[in-house]
């Protein structure tokens, strides 16, 4: 089930009044259902060992969303400078942030190392030597090649350009070991969008059984193993929900045995973005034409820069036409938005209620991996957010970009170069 019925019942009767206040379009959070989905998290995992989520910044950029993160004790699963900063300037520090990025250059590996450092998980063997400060504790990330294969969204491990080979695992640990690592971690995220736990449960046995290699090799004994993000959400309102339970059970079990065979188990973390957050916010957008052509158009005042999913993906989002939410769906439309791109389409051949200008459209699941992917290719500007708050108050916490914005960057001094 895309949304859930508590989101809507709060929020579509306070959805037209929103729309008066703020003016459309916008994304809207779901504060109650961001926390009981981090609680029902922690309270899932609680029979597992130091079992921490880390939560993917990219999803959902926001200071007030990692607020309510921090407040559930979850850390923060980063991969550029800026999202360093954004962690570190709600209070996150040191082991609270994981730093995993990919193709690092030597600005990067400084701020990670400011401000009281944070987790640096390794993408690569060569960059062990590129490391300014090597820190006590080290994680790599690992990329299992034809020895899984990949879920359909990240595509085969062979071709993903992320983390270490099989074969370079043991030499990786040993060599950090040489440059003063004592603490040890290891990461890998093979999956995305997944429905499937099982693949999940593999994933979590996939780095027990390598920990155990390089534990006997190197004599390492593992702090933690991350297994990444990729935990997936319905879209379509037909597709059941990742198993959750079950996951947490049979990882649970699997740890414990894990602590009876070795005498010792590392923690186990996780660094989910779109299970946390993606149902838990929608976009709010006004119908304001239509068009009748070899196709019927409802053409939207919210474009692809505030979600570009169904563009880069296909991916489908679920509408609702406020006030028709029970309405026979008699109808099949093209929902677009105004950039000239054809893909720049919420929905395509969507059977939806006859809608009519001034219509409040409400396209689901946008919590996570949408205003942050926004661009402003053709000059189209990103849409507010807003958060519903636990007592039903509403609060800006980010504003629409202005044209201001769009110009900041024509904003410089002269700067020409003659060739000599
Ligand atoms: C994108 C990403 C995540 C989060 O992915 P979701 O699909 O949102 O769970 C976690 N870890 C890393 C390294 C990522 O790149």
Redesign the pocket.
Known sequence: MPMSQSFKERLFPITEQLVEHYGSPFHIYDEVGIRETGENLKKLFSGVEGFREYY?V??LPNPEILRLMLDMGFGF?C?SIGELVLSRQIGARGEDIMF?SNNTDQKEFEVAAGEGGCVLNLDDISLIDKVPDFPELICFRYNPGPRRTGNVIIGNPVEAKYGLSHEQVIDAYRLAQQRGAKRFGLHT?VA??ELDYTYMVETARMVLEITSMVESELGIKFEFVNI????GIPYQPDQKALDIESLASEIETMFADFKSSHSYVPRMYM?????MTGPHGCLVTSAINHKDIYRKYIGVDACMSALMRPALYEAYHHIDVIGKEDDIKDQVYDVAGSLCENNDKFAVQRELPKIDEGDILVIHDTG??GHAMGFQYNAKLRTKELLLREDGSVELIRREETLDDYFATLNFEKNCFSPK
Request: aromatic share 10%; net charge neutral.
């Open positions: 993917a990219k999803a699963d991969s995993t995220m995305s969008n990444g993000g990729g935990f660094e989910s973005g779109r299970f996570a991996h």
